[in-house]
């Protein structure tokens, strides 16, 4: 292999930095196992085949969320393969030796800008469309991987692309070593092309989000805008390509009993399986593509988990199911102490309908830290999401730190004449927050950014004016992605709460010496003559 060819002949320069970048990654090990385990032993070389059958991706007939499903995805995904190899993985006479082979891991996943990377993932889905036999807009003025890119993408090419991407990503998670083909469950992401739409195209205030025909929507992404807003919105993206090498060399290295776990995918596969929770596996997705955080691997569970379809430990309140209101809110939230990401779903009438059709949409926030009963703002980083019909994220500015308000109603009677909102918040000031839920969790009010200095700007819902929003909520859920640790120390605070509560509730008479002393005598002398003088004894 690499390692030991290299010690018989001094190994050159190029080589060795070759060696170095990959060492960086932590993927030399990999590669030279990789190599020694593909390679002909007599030519010490790999062929082109044998590459393309590691890096092939076949799903025959996958099940999808969306009822818009391009015919050609599958047979786009046989494709996926040959291209990666075609792209990077030159061949000599004899097949790819060492330094041709390591030199193409280099351009393909090293460590690079995420706009280089976002450029190899263009680079390989314009030859799997070309082989495919379907024209595409991208032109690359070179070869190289910081080359400059012309042209442009339709909607159903980037929902194309964003499909290819999740399916090497659902392989890294799924698929064992011991398996060959296997289910494949496409998400209804028409959210994040949408936002790429809106960011890229020239639409109208007239474009209807809600129904749209993303398939046959044939307006022209810029790729230069289409880069830009994927480096904001999605800018790991490119992180699945280079996760889906690196397990398909694993895979051809270790064995059927070694090759590590796989998440499990034994719930309900059906397209409307998630559709019923605020956070269906594509809305989880888009969130986890944003920049990255400590919740991106949380994020990622819950992608892949079967428990999504049902009561999860991670879904911490649901108004539907644990009831609507601030204090059932809180009973469910208190005590755990972990990153929170709070969904709701409100309707709003759509002004530029003549039927006053009713809008559903969805916001979020991602708090870093739980909820505190507070009257003044706290916290110390977050997100706000507009998650649906349309998806963006908006990042804090930096400017204030606003994050999170939650007020409950005071428990001591201490009058207070200027009362403190009770309800939550998320960003904005008090009496003017951006996201601002009353305490029966009826109301929702959503307020221009310009109201706002602790997130970036941007409207939260479509056709967003400046003044403020106030919609009926339908839906409100709370998701715990601190972990199995945040959740345990939840069980125990609520256990003792539990058990201080128990302890209250119990009065032991034998603690008092007489009848005379026991609160149950003083009350009734209250009741029966408040008024009566009693000699104090001395």
């Not at 970048?21 to 082109?48: E, H, M, R, W, Y």
């Not at 819902?461 to 839906?475: D, H, K, R, T, Y």
């Not at 002398?525 to 000699?535: F, S």
Request: hydrophobic share 40%; glycine share 6%.
């Amino acid at each position: 292999m690499g390692a030991s060819s290299s010690t018989e002949q001094p190994a050159s320069a190029e080589q060795r930095e070759l060696e170095n970048i990959a060492a960086s990654t932590g993927a030399l090990p990999l590669l030279q196992k990789s190599f020694s385990n593909l390679s002909d032993p007599q030519t010490n070389a790999i062929s082109v085949q044998t590459l393309q059958q590691c890096f092939h991706l076949c799903y025959e007939d996958p099940v999808c969320e969306s009822q818009q499903k391009p015919e050609s995805f599958p047979r786009l995904l046989d494709h996926l393969g040959s291209s990666i190899v075609d792209l990077f993985l030159l061949s000599e006479k004899g097949g790819i030796n060492w330094l041709g082979f390591l030199g193409g891991y280099v351009k393909c996943c090293g460590r690079m800008p995420t706009s280089m990377s976002l450029n190899i993932l263009l680079r390989i889905f314009a030859m799997a469309v070309k082989k495919l036999g379907l024209s595409s807009n991208l032109e690359f003025e070179q070869d190289d991987a910081d080359c400059k890119i012309n042209g442009s993408l339709l909607p159903s090419d980037l929902l194309l692309l964003l499909w290819m991407c999740w399916a090497m990503l659902w392989n890294v998670r799924t698929l064992k070593s011991s398996e060959r083909k296997g289910n494949l469950l496409l998400l209804d992401i028409n959210h994040l092309v949408l936002s790429a739409v809106v960011a890229c195209a020239e639409v109208d205030s007239s474009f209807d989000l809600w129904n749209c025909d993303i398939v046959g929507l044939d307006v022209q992404l810029p790729v230069g805008k289409f880069l830009n807003w994927a480096i904001t919105t999605a800018p790991i993206l490119s992180d699945c390509l280079t996760q889906y090498v690196n397990r398909r060399l694993q895979i051809s290295v270790l064995a059927e009993d070694e090759a590590g776990s796989s998440e499990s995918i034994s719930g309900d596969m059906s397209p409307n399986a998630s559709q019923a929770l605020l956070l269906t596996r594509g809305r989880a997705w888009a969130i986890s593509l944003a920049p990255r955080s400590t919740i991106t691997e949380e994020i990622l569970k819950l992608c892949f988990s079967a428990d999504i379809v049902g009561t999860d430990e991670n879904l911490l309140y649901r108004s539907s199911t644990h009831g609507k209101g601030l204090n059932r809110f809180w009973s469910n939230v208190e005590g755990y102490h972990g990153p929170l990401l709070v969904l709701i779903s409100a309707n709003s009438e759509d002004a530029y309908q003549d039927n006053n059709k009713a809008r559903k949409w969805i916001i979020g926030a991602l708090t870093q830290q739980g909820f505190e009963n507070k009257d003044t703002f706290y916290g110390s980083l977050g997100n706000l999401y507009a998650i649906s019909p349309i998806f963006h994220v908006f990042s804090p500015s930096g400017k204030e730190k606003n994050y999170v308000y939650s007020h409950l109603h005071p428990t001591g009677r201490v009058y207070e004449s200027h009362p403190k909102p009770v309800g939550i918040a998320f960003g904005g000031t008090t009496t003017n927050e951006r996201v601002f839920l009353d305490e029966d969790f009826a109301k929702l009010t959503v307020r221009h950014h310009a109201m706002d200095k602790t997130y970036q700007p941007g409207s939260l819902i479509p056709n967003q004016g400046f003044l403020p929003v106030e919609a009926s909520i339908s839906e409100v859920e709370v998701w715990g992605l601190g972990g199995k640790t945040a959740k345990e120390v939840q069980d125990s605070y609520k256990k003792r709460e539990e058990l201080f509560t128990e302890q209250r509730r119990k009065v032991d008479l034998k603690t008092f010496a007489t009848w005379d002393d026991s609160p149950e005598k003083m009350m009734m002398d209250m009741m029966g003559d408040p008024n009566r003088v009693q000699r104090e004894d001395r």
